[in-house]
């Protein structure tokens, strides 16, 4: 059994343990809640009438076994005069009553418990939807919710062990040991404290030496997940290219590690086991040794010896339950402090303090000077300066990577500017809320992704308030209505993971419904028709052009001919402006649109 982790390592993980316990240890005593506070002090002395009463409960069974062995030896009067039979019967009450404010301490904090695990878990949720993109974008979705899932288990269980485990593990141990030193002998006593001793540091060692392999399985198990995640979400690109026993072998292989860990786990859990088995018995023997010593001279009773098992017995339970919970403690510090390195980890866009709302009044939007990059060393754009004015289409083309996606990016705040501004009617969107900044602008992307829910409630998260005949209406308007209305469930049929038994078109046209419902003032088109056939995609151009009126649109386009009715054009070029102005303008120049633009219309004609 060798240790090959590092003493920076442990050290580490002791840290990430403690921050654990301080994070979960508030929603024991919350000032705001005095409620939990009552209920966590009723469950303390529920526990605290328990430990007494099992403590107490052997002596009815050390008088019950004297009287019917007719050696009274040092029992109370009152106990005796019980006789044996009213002395079972009190040992039967005393073990049901101490079993029945076990139940009760556990009944009482279900309440503290669940309302924590509620808190951290919305907690986590929330603070995931306020991280950004480009977390995201690098974060496996499956190995995310793995985390979330097994941090927001561990939340009760620690609250638990917080109260109810050690402190009171040791007490109940130091009232039997004080009942085993002053009813026997001192060595009594000594023999149980050695045996706890080893007892401790043989689990507490083999449990650490456990916790870095469950750690390994827990990594694998999360790696198995992922795949198998990923590889459901791109079912249909697993059978286009038939690679359903590659996706199949990978999943196994991720299996596989996942299996050799979890048997290291389970022989290193019998092995723990017998060595605790082994140590208990030991200490045991020996006392019951000593004990049936006492007996055949004649210094104690039966009666005495039957109490000394029952006590040895009752050290055993919590002596176990130790390596239980350490070991169960130890596995929720594991995955509970994944969870909180996920909570620890910065939103890279946050709102300065006291932050205004974001007030449109016509809905202009500038970019002055404009520099960024995703990755510091790459930069994307290049000292961008572009005027959308109130009321106007804008539409901005260029070849693949030229960073028309990551300008809408910027407008929506996904990532701020390295440098320059971005300014919608005067108002620099680093100053505004984000909030009042996403109410105000609508987005139409070139894959429309729908929750896998209904389609009336997919239309009407564009407005969460919005009536059932807004609703319709915006339907009837992204012509999406009367194919809506055919459907055998209507507005109630679900529409499947991602929005898949919807046609491209249809999905897109919910997307249009869904933001016309929105109406809002500004409106960012990111290539919403490339995705489509050429006649679903003049039908919807009709709609997002009549979507468009009255409203400042930014249009991404990579297919020229859906943009020519632009007011003004603008081709981006590795980061940089090279050319602005109406169709007609620039293909009177000659220059990079024109190219562009003939290209295509070479490639339609030979298609």
């Known amino acids: 059994m060798t ?31 005095p409620w939990v506070k009552r209920r966590v002090v009723l469950a303390m002395l529920a526990l605290l009438l328990s430990k007494i009463v099992a403590v107490a409960t052997p002596f009815f069974y050390k008088a019950g076994v004297d009287i019917l062995a007719g050696d009274v030896g040092n029992d109370p009067g009152w106990l005796l005069a019980m006789g044996a039979v009213g002395v079972t019967i009190a040992y039967g009450v005393a073990r049901l009553m101490s079993n029945g404010f076990q139940q009760l301490r ?36 499956g190995g995310l919710s793995r985390i979330i899932e097994r941090g927001v288990k561990g939340v009760e269980f620690l609250l638990r062990f917080l109260l109810f485990s050690i402190g009171p593990l040791i007490l109940e141990l130091v009232m039997i040991g004080a009942v085993l030193a002053v009813v026997f002998d001192v060595w009594y006593l000594a023999v149980v404290v050695v045996c706890i001793a080893f007892y401790v540091v043989f689990t507490f060692k083999v449990t650490e030496w456990r916790v870095k392999i469950r750690k390994e399985m827990n990594d694998q198990d999360t790696d198995a997940n992922q795949k198998a995640i990923d590889s459901l979400l791109n079912f249909e690109t697993v059978k286009y290219f038939n690679a359903e026993k590659i996706e199949a072998e990978r999943y196994d292989s991720a299996m596989r590690g996942y299996v050799a860990a979890a048997l290291k786990t389970s022989y290193s859990l019998a092995f723990l086991n017998f060595g605790q088995s082994f140590l208990i018995t030991t200490g045991l ?14 210094t104690l009773t039966v009666g005495d010896f039957v109490m000394v098992n029952a006590y040895m017995i009752q050290i055993t339970m919590p002596l176990n339950f130790l390596g239980t919970v350490y070991r169960e403690i130890r596995q929720s510090l594991v995955d509970m402090g994944e969870m909180f390195d996920l909570l620890e980890q910065p939103a890279e866009v946050k709102d300065k303090p006291h932050a205004p709302d974001l007030e449109v009044a016509g809905g202009e939007v500038m970019f002055d000077d404009i520099a960024f990059g995703y990755d510091p060393e790459r930069p994307i754009l290049k000292g961008v300066t572009l005027l959308v004015p109130a009321g106007q289409t804008v539409a901005i083309v260029g070849s693949s990577g030229s960073g028309k996606s990551t300008i809408g990016r910027l407008l929506f705040r996904f990532y701020d500017v390295a440098s320059g501004s971005l300014k919608i009617d005067g108002q620099d969107v680093r100053d505004i809320t984000q909030e009042s900044l996403h109410a105000q602008i609508g987005v139409v992307p070139q894959d429309t992704v729908l929750f896998n829910d209904t389609i009336y409630y997919n239309i009407a998260y564009g407005r969460h308030d919005a009536t059932r005949a807004q609703v319709e209406e915006a339907a009837r308007a992204a012509k999406i209505h009367d194919f809506v209305m055919s459907l055998p469930n209507g507005y109630q049929t679900t529409v499947g993971e991602r929005g898949l038994k919807l046609s491209g078109g249809e999905k897109q046209r919910v997307g249009i419904a869904r933001t016309l419902l929105k109406n809002p003032p500004i409106l960012l088109l990111d290539e919403a028709t490339s995705a489509l056939d050429t006649e679903t995609e003049a039908d919807i151009q009709n709609e997002l052009k009549a979507m468009g009126e009255g409203r400042t649109v930014i249009t991404i386009a990579h297919r020229l001919s859906t943009i020519a009715h632009a007011d003004r054009i603008v081709v981006l070029e590795k980061g940089v402006i090279v050319e602005e102005g109406s169709h007609e303008e620039l293909l009177a120049r000659e220059a990079r649109y024109a190219a562009l633009w003939n290209m295509q219309a070479a490639e339609e004609d030979a298609a």
């Open 285 to 298: 023997v020996v006392v019951m040794v000593m004990a049936a010593m006492g007996v055949q001279d004649g």
């Open 3 to 33: 240790d090959s982790t590092s003493p920076d390592i442990e050290r580490l993980e002791r840290k990430s343990g403690m921050r654990t316990i301080r994070k979960v240890a508030p929603y024991l005593w919350p000032d705001d809640k």
């Open 106 to 141: 556990d009944a009482i904090f279900a309440a503290v418990g669940q309302r924590a695990l509620r808190m951290l878990a919305l907690e986590t949720f929330e603070h995931i939807h306020a991280l950004s993109l480009r977390y995201h974008i690098t974060r496996k979705t």
